[in-house]
């Protein structure tokens, strides 16, 4: 009896799917499809993985294990435990290069966005040329520091430079490009802003033309003018670009090297030197390469407290 | 569920590819069952060699070259330096490296001692002191230099004929001297700006021609200290700043040849790779060797490239074949003719006809025996990439930049930069030791 009960229960089972057998059959198809799943992930993903794992974890890695040791390139690694965190505490030289880098950044970011935002406004707004006259602005982007630079040392030249000469038929004194600390890092931040002008523009550009021109004839409804209607609709509705804008630009300065070693060699005497500069004559030219990782490291966290800082300020502005 | 196999699907992939990179990584075999080999070079400037590749593969038909071509670098050969010392970390050692940085590899052991070989080249009597400095670490011979150079003093001539002089001056006293006519005549350069006498453009290399004539020098005798603040020295950089501060030599901008091609400069000391560029520019120019100092004699700065062997090369014999192959005449005189070199590389030759016609025939003659005559009074310069404790080039160049720049007391600047560069060679040698 209790067989053929339990015989009639299958043929219930069989004929009459419940909620339990239907979960077991779709996890069962789902299995399978988690598997097709599973091969097609793989293969997605398996290039980028092995992109990332050979040229950015495995450094990162290596670059925290060299700091507790001694390398040079020419010889196997010997462990001194914190001697490099010790020194980089001690040393003056770090504390001279990360200012420097540090002056350059927050002077130039405010700058580069402001000039940037404003410059994209008036893009916008242009009725004739647009596209023209926003490649024009955005080509300096695609010139190479190299060229940059080089170019730049010529118009700064103090004694036959075009800046000087230009200065000069306006009545202006020479003013000592590159061979004054203070114009030596104004030239510089005029390099890094002539060159990421265009770059920042093409950002706030994108974002000005997801705007919902809606929002602007509300508010001229309401009676706001031009400088109302930028300030109130403009600037809020941009902000995520302004953000991102503004956190590119930190992690881009605070690694600036190339135009300044074209530019002014870190000089004169060192004071345009940036902090990438110092690590890099640490690493490669003294082959100090733990000291170089512990830079390194501390670059790294200097950028990553700044975005943090970045983000959480503007969350809490925003709300 | 998921998550985890994604993880461990993610770290597998990882150690897979680590696994492949550790596994692939190491030196090919550089010789066949054959015979043939591939004989490795790591060098710049891959055209300054095609000759003597192309008469090394001749000589050796079952021979490849391999040539590793790196950039230069902004300074002293950094982007070379550093894919070389890329390759020795990594195990993938090529068999010669060109460089400027031997005696730094020869001291940590990573280049072949060549003393006994060199010695018996017949080439040898023909290089000079200075070559022989460049290419010696602790009396051993650890390379063969190539491409050898000496700063002189080039002179613009249009330039002294608006003060009436023909003639260059041969005394550092005499030099100021003109600075002070040129400044006194208010002499104007073809776009209208004023000219000066000398340019301390380009670093040590264009400076410290002065402080050796003056006496002074880089470093001790076993470079373990330097001598950047000996009196001497000082003295010379007084009459550098002095020069500045007269108006006779404008503030070093880091714009180098500028003035000099723009006729803004009567003086540069400089090598013979700026007369291709000072003739392109049109200038009217002649060079002589360095003025003396009090001490009467003039020194230059002894350029050029070191051709050195790794120890890790199993082709020595065929390596120094190849390295020899730059002393044969033919090939050198068709590099000079060619425009791969300005240069000979072996002292003799400036007195070769071969070379003699090709040069008169340029109309400059003139030139390269005043570049033969400074071959005589070279020193090496350290300074501009020291094998031991390198920022003491960085150091020594930031002090020189507020000497010529800032115009602070030369005594004061050059005694802190010294006090900082022994301290860092001191602590240096002992790790050493």
Same mark, same amino acid.
């Given at each position: ?16 799917? %419940? ?58 690694? %010997? ?20 200012? !420097? ?14 000039? =940037?935002?404003?410059? =994209? ?21 695609? %010139? ?65 033309? !997801? ?22 609709? %403009? ?50 030219? =003294? ?5 170089? =990782? ?26 | ?38 004989? +490795? ?92 400095? +460049? ?52 002499? +104007? ?48 950089? +007084? ?195």
């Amino acid at each position: 009896m209790e067989n053929r009960n339990s015989q009639f229960a299958g043929d219930l089972i069989e004929k009459k799917p %419940t909620v339990h057998g239907m979960a077991r059959r779709s996890a069962i198809v789902g299995s399978r499809m988690l598997n097709h799943d599973h091969l097609f992930i793989f293969v997605v993903m398996a290039p980028m993985v092995l992109f990332f794992a050979t040229f950015f974890y495995y450094p990162i890695l290596k670059n925290i294990y060299l700091i507790f040791f001694d390398y040079d390139y020419l010889h196997p690694p %010997t462990y001194i435990g914190l001697a490099n965190l010790e020194r980089f505490f001690h040393d003056p030289v770090v504390l001279k290069v990360f200012l !420097n880098t540090i002056t350059v950044t927050i002077v130039s970011v405010p700058l580069l966005i402001v000039l =940037s935002l404003v410059v =994209s406004v008036g893009v916008y707004r242009l009725r004739i040329a647009q596209t023209a006259i926003r490649s024009i602005i955005f080509s300096t982007f695609l %010139t190479t520091w190299i060229v940059a630079g080089i170019t730049f040392k010529f118009l700064f030249n103090p004694e036959l430079g075009f800046v000087n000469a230009f200065l000069h038929r306006l009545g202006i004194g020479a003013v000592p490009w590159l061979t004054d600390p203070f114009w030596a890092m104004a030239a510089a931040i005029m390099l890094g802003i002539w060159k990421f002008l265009g770059y920042f523009m093409v950002i706030f550009l994108a974002a000005l033309y !997801n705007v919902d021109p809606q929002l602007y004839e509300a508010a001229k409804i309401d009676g706001a003018n031009s400088l109302q209607q930028f300030f109130y609709v %403009t600037i809020p509705a941009i902000k995520p670009a302004m953000v991102f804008v503004s956190i590119v630009a930190v992690i881009n300065y605070l690694r600036f090297y190339q135009q300044i070693l074209i530019l002014t060699g870190g000089g004169p005497y060192r004071s345009t030197e940036t902090i990438l500069m110092y690590m890099f004559d640490l690493g490669i030219k =003294s082959r100090d390469v733990g000291y170089a =990782s512990t830079i390194s490291l501390a670059l790294f966290v200097v950028i990553f407290l700044a975005s943090q800082i970045q983000i959480r300020v503007t969350k809490a502005y925003s709300n | 569920m998921i998550k985890t196999r994604m993880v461990a699907l993610v770290l597998a992939l990882m150690l897979l590819t680590w696994g492949v990179l550790w596994a692939g990584g190491g030196q090919e075999p550089t010789a066949n069952e054959d015979g043939g080999f591939t004989l +490795r070079i790591a060098l710049s400037g891959v055209g300054q060699f095609e000759a003597q590749i192309a008469a090394f593969e001749k000589l050796n038909p079952k021979a490849n070259v391999e040539v590793i071509d790196v950039p230069w670098g902004v300074e002293a050969g950094r982007d070379l330096r550093e894919r070389q010392l890329l390759m020795i970390s990594s195990g993938d050692i090529p068999d010669i490296g060109a460089m400027i940085w031997g005696k730094e590899f020869f001291r940590e052991g990573v280049i072949m001692d060549l003393t006994d070989d060199i010695k018996k080249w017949e080439e040898f009597d023909g290089f000079t002191a200075g070559m022989l400095e +460049r290419m010696t670490y602790n009396n051993r011979i650890y390379a063969a230099t190539i491409y050898p150079c000496a700063v002189m003093l080039h002179y613009n001539k249009d330039i002294l004929a608006q003060i009436g002089r023909a003639e260059p001056p041969k005394t550092m006293a005499e030099l100021a001297d003109i600075g002070a006519k040129i400044d006194a005549a208010g002499v +104007r350069a073809p776009n209208g700006n004023k000219v000066y006498a000398m340019v301390f453009e380009g670093g040590n290399w264009h400076t410290d021609c002065f402080f050796w004539a003056n006496g002074g020098e880089q470093m001790t005798k076993d470079y373990s200290k330097t001598l950047i603040d000996s009196p001497e020295s000082i003295g010379a950089f +007084r009459w550098m700043q002095n020069m500045v501060k007269n108006g006779y030599a404008p503030k070093p901008d880091g714009t180098y040849d500028q003035l000099w091609l723009n006729n803004q400069v009567a003086f540069f000391a400089v090598g013979a790779w700026e007369e291709k560029p000072s003739r392109d520019a049109g200038l009217n120019f002649g060079a002589v060797p360095i003025p003396v100092g009090q001490t009467g004699k003039n020194y230059a700065s002894m350029g050029g490239t070191e051709l050195a062997i790794f120890k890790a090369s199993t082709h020595k014999q065929e390596a120094m074949e190849f390295m020899r192959l730059f002393y044969r005449k033919d090939l050198q005189l068709t590099a000079v003719t060619e425009g791969k070199t300005t240069l000979p590389i072996s002292k003799p030759l400036f007195d070769d006809p071969d070379f003699q016609d090709y040069w008169t025939s340029q109309n400059n003659l003139d030139y390269y025996m005043a570049q033969k005559k400074q071959w005589e009074s070279t020193k090496y310069n350290f300074l501009e990439a020291p094998f031991v404790y390198p920022e003491a080039s960085k150091i020594y160049a930031s002090a020189l930049e507020r000497v010529l720049v800032k115009l602070e007391d030369p005594e004061k600047i050059m005694k802190e930069a010294a006090e900082v560069i022994n301290k860092g060679i001191a602590q240096k040698m002992n790790v050493k030791k």
